[in-house]
């Protein structure tokens, strides 16, 4: 079974601009969590999806938003982009439902400069 | 909200010795608690869990325990190797849908 897969990889952005990321889940799991990593503030949590619903958001400003599509697969963006978004975006999905494993993708490595 | 602390930061032991890490969590709802280990340009690996009406889970030379009432739990890892080298986090979550607070993280390594 394929993993869950993040594109792209690698993002170079400027300030200001937008930036769009997208995750492809595990077949079958409905669940798509995002969370943004960075050595100051470690792993936290922007935002949840399940069946094309955000079902929880983390303490993040307006300008990170999400969706899903019918078929669980995720998309992400971030407008007017700041110089402290650049970090590591990870991906997490999930079977179904509450309390289940998250498997993770290998992230978007976003640098806004 | 929840908070999960996580020490030490970093640990160094000897190829062969054992590796423990301790997190502790503040909201009692919390129910479900994995670990994930981070190798440098990957993202987290999910290696083990444990759900709150289970003290202890071992795989291989892993295992976790749980302590409800002091709300702490913790990553156990024997006859540890160099490709156990990485950072661990823990996390923590309740039945409000699939998010994962975590900590801090501990960098491990193991020197051969």
């Known amino acids: 079974k394929a993993g869950v897969t993040q594109t792209p990889r690698y993002l170079i952005k400027t300030r200001g601009q937008q930036v769009t990321l997208s995750c492809s889940p595990i077949s079958g799991h409905r669940s798509v969590s995002w969370y943004q990593q960075t050595p100051g503030q470690g792993l936290q949590f922007l935002f949840e999806y399940f069946s094309e619903t955000q079902r929880n958001k983390g303490n993040f400003p307006g300008r990170f938003s999400g969706r899903q599509f019918s078929n669980s697969r995720s998309e992400m963006n971030v407008s007017t982009l700041e110089l402290g978004d650049s970090a590591l975006y990870l991906c997490?999905?999930?079977?179904?439902?509450?309390?289940?494993?998250?498997?993770f993708g290998q992230g978007t490595r976003l640098t806004v400069v | 909200g929840e908070n999960v602390e996580q020490h030490p930061s970093t640990l160094s032991v000897q190829e062969g010795d054992s590796a423990v890490i301790k997190c502790t969590y503040s909201d009692s709802a919390s129910n479900y608690f994995p670990w994930y280990k981070q190798e440098l340009g990957k993202g987290p690996q999910l290696i083990i869990d444990i759900r709150s009406n289970v003290g202890e889970k071992k795989d291989q030379r892993i295992a976790v325990t749980l302590n409800k009432t002091a709300k702490h739990f913790s990553l156990h890892i024997t006859e540890t190797q160099p490709e156990d080298s990485a950072v661990y986090f823990c996390a923590a979550s309740s039945d409000a849908g699939n998010m994962l607070t975590f900590g801090g993280g501990t960098r491990l390594m193991v020197k051969p």
């Open positions: 997490a999905s999930s079977l179904a439902g509450q309390g289940n494993r998250a498997f």
